[in-house]
């Protein structure tokens, strides 16, 4: 896709500023209240922009795609690795000026073989809908369907367990910064267990299980403030601390990518673990292992366009060896933490995800005859914003989706 010449001046404007990636400032808050019946609600000013995004021409649900129902789609071929998590057993562990560790670890799983594209099908269509005649996902380069989505919005239940909140931009978070990692491209695997990523050249952190939240923030992007190297000390005693309302300090800043889980509270505290690449942005190549830092969670968007990706698409991605009885997808390049995951087979009602191995949604109950079946997939942000794949795909067959999830921001 070409860039238009407003995007094209966003980049060169980007590219010549004096961050390393600038988050554009952002208003307000984002997320939601919570309702009497212990459920997320969104404000009126919220719901006006996710219903004025949901009315826009590019974000409509697209009828079909040109081509034959039985169009092949190309076959993604790539390695299997080994998987690991920070911490854990089999990593290398190196020492750095203080005592500080880090961790290097090799994962990932590769894209399966694509099938055959399927016919298009309404995402909403009830028990025993048929695909219109002719409609079919576009086969890509990626090996996968690819499809607009359809943007809408719903409530999120409050358990307690999951602080969708914190994923707010408003809320500033302030621990130790410590380093961690090797050579360029380090921030593959660990917890997350992430590969092949269009935004691979972003540096990369780790952080506590407090805010990792069980691997629902992998994948999305902090803005980290510099910080001068005179404030270094291995012997400031840290506590976990809750964010607070602010903005972070004036400055430089820099964006990374959350990838990995500090392997106990005692590391990470409420701070970030950051491979070589984003501690020296933060630091200014200051030697040392721990400084304080103030950090936030940002949108993806400007940070993925910057690196190079182009802003390239949501990502529906099949675990290896998926099938009927291991029907398990990773949610790629959200702008946004994803909170939830639906899938619906053809004929079938809309089924919810259980949230597994920090960055992949997995179904128990999948119909025997799945594998034969058509799914679509609707994915919820932590602000309540839905996209759903109006094209449908099959199993190991990955999804491309073109919108992805803004922030939404109230206007009281």
Known sequence: MRATPALAFLAAFLASSAVEVLAAPQAGLGFAAVDHNGGYKHDAAIQKRIRKRQAEPECAAEASYPGSAQMPVNAASSKHHS??????????????????????????????????????????????????????????KDGGVHCKGVLGSTTLASNGAIKHEWFDPGLVHHG???????????????????????????????????????????????????????????????????????????????IAIVSDLCPGVNQCWSGLDMHLDAWNSVTNNA????????????????????????????????????????????????????????????????KVATHVDNNWWKWDSVV??????????????????????????KIGTDVFVQANFDRVESSN
Do not use: Y
């Open 176 to 254: 130790p910064g410590t380093q961690f990692g090797g050579a360029t491209g380090f921030w593959q695997g660990g917890a997350c267990m992430l590969d092949s990523l269009p935004h691979a050249n972003l540096p990369s952190v780790a952080m506590d299980q407090t805010f990792f939240q069980d691997g629902l923030a992998c994948g999305t992007c902090v803005e980290i403030a510099s910080t001068s190297a005179s404030l270094f000390s291995n012997d400031a005693q840290w506590s976990v601390e809750e964010p607070k309302h602010g903005a972070l300090p004036a400055g430089k800043k820099t």
């Open 287 to 350: 030697n040392g292992s721990k400084l304080p830092i103030n950090w936030r969670f940002v949108n993806c968007k400007q940070a993925f366009a910057q690196s190079g990706s182009g802003g390239n698409s949501l990502q529906v991605h099949w675990r290896e060896g998926a099938n009927p009885g291991f029907f398990q997808v990773q949610i790629r390049g959200a702008h946004e933490a994803v909170v939830r995951v639906e899938m619906k087979l053809q004929g079938e009602t809309w």
């Open 83 to 140: 998987s690991g998590h920070h911490g854990a057993k089999s990593h290398v562990v190196k020492h750095h000026n203080g005592g500080h560790h880090g961790v290097k670890h090799n994962s990932g799983h590769h894209s399966a073989t694509g099938n055959k594209a399927p016919n298009a099908v309404p995402p909403d269509a009830g028990a025993g809908s048929q695909p219109p005649q002719g409609a079919a996902g576009a086969p890509g």
């Open 368 to 393: 025997q005859d799945a594998g034969t079946k058509s799914v679509v997939f609707r994915m919820v942000d932590w602000q309540g914003q839905t996209i759903t794949t109006e094209v449908p795909t």
